[in-house]
């Protein structure tokens, strides 16, 4: 299964335990867990394709009825995922929890709309992975994981409809507040990240996605985040956002110019900006006093 060497397979093609565990001290497979190897191209994996790799391995091994879920569904279904949220393989099924070193299994109800085969895999659907995810992360992390879902294309309503089932379900009051916040116009995990940040240092909710116009009436830039009465912007620079900048043939420094180009026409517009980086979305206080001072810069 995608690479995954069980022992049992490997017994079965007449290698015998002894054997196994040589090929494994000389290199030549590498223990994803017990009873599952992979092959050595393997291990320059990612953090996400390696904890993909290890729910691979451990789906043969669970027992019948058990669905992959919360973090590790995440990564099956490609959502942004922290890495205390894949720390196990989580799977769901109706009976009690339990946690083992490997195992995560969650107690829980599965309507046949909750899920779905993702290569091969049973996971939970996507509505009901944001569902999950809502109840059981920090607010940040959900609504990452529900951005970027809702930009995909899932309809906001199977989550309103996810909701109801779980009426009475423990986390349901914050799953319900990362649903009702949750925005298909965040283009990157940092501007979800950002956006709850701003919320919970009680800033005025900004527009998104917002289009500077120049005296031309043409699109000059736009923006993350825009506050029109303070006529501020707000802008969160990480890597990945450069990177995602680059056309053919440029380079990281050569997008990074252009930027300060293109702040340079907002603020000769009468424009203030206010810009941070991941390290501040982190910290109380330090978006919130930014933007403050941006705001009172543009009542002068």
């Given amino acids: 299964m995608n690479g995954i060497l069980l022992t049992k397979t490997l017994r079965d093609q007449g290698f015998s335990y002894d054997e196994v565990i040589r090929r494994h001290r000389r290199g030549d497979l590498e223990r994803v867990r017990r009873g599952a190897y992979a092959t050595p191209r393997d291990r320059e994996l990612g953090r996400d394709d390696r904890h993909r790799r290890l729910v691979q391995a451990t789906v043969p091994q669970l027992v019948a009825g058990s669905v992959v879920s919360h973090g590790s569904a995440a990564v099956m279904h490609g959502l942004p995922v922290w890495a205390a949220a894949i720390a196990r393989v989580h799977v769901t099924r109706p009976d009690d929890g339990k946690r083992r070193t490997v195992l995560h299994v969650c107690g829980a109800p599965l309507a046949a709309a909750d899920i779905t085969v993702v290569d091969g895999v049973a996971v939970t659907s996507l509505a009901r992975t944001v569902l999950d995810l809502a109840r059981t992360r920090p607010m940040e992390q959900a609504v990452a994981a529900a951005d970027r879902a809702l930009r995909e294309g899932l309809p906001p309503q199977l989550l309103a409809e996810g909701l109801l089932r779980m009426e009475r ?83 990281v420094e050569d997008v990074v110019f252009d930027e300060k180009r293109r702040e340079d026409a907002v603020r000769s517009e009468g424009h203030e900006v206010a810009r941070w980086i991941w390290h501040d979305c982190w910290q109380p206080g330090v978006v919130r006093d930014r933007v403050l001072r941006a705001f009172a810069r543009g009542s002068h």
Avoid: C, M
């Fill in 169 to 251: 379900w423990p986390g349901v009051r914050a799953a319900r507040r990362v649903v009702a916040f949750a925005d298909p116009r965040s283009e990157s995990v940092g501007e979800s990240v950002s956006r709850v940040r701003i919320h919970l240092d009680g800033l005025p909710k900004p527009e998104l996605q917002y289009e500077i116009l120049g005296p031309d009436g043409r699109v000059i830039a736009r923006v993350d985040f825009y506050w029109k009465e303070q006529r501020t912007v707000g802008e969160f620079d990480g890597k990945v956002k450069y990177g995602r900048l680059l056309k053919p043939g440029q380079r």
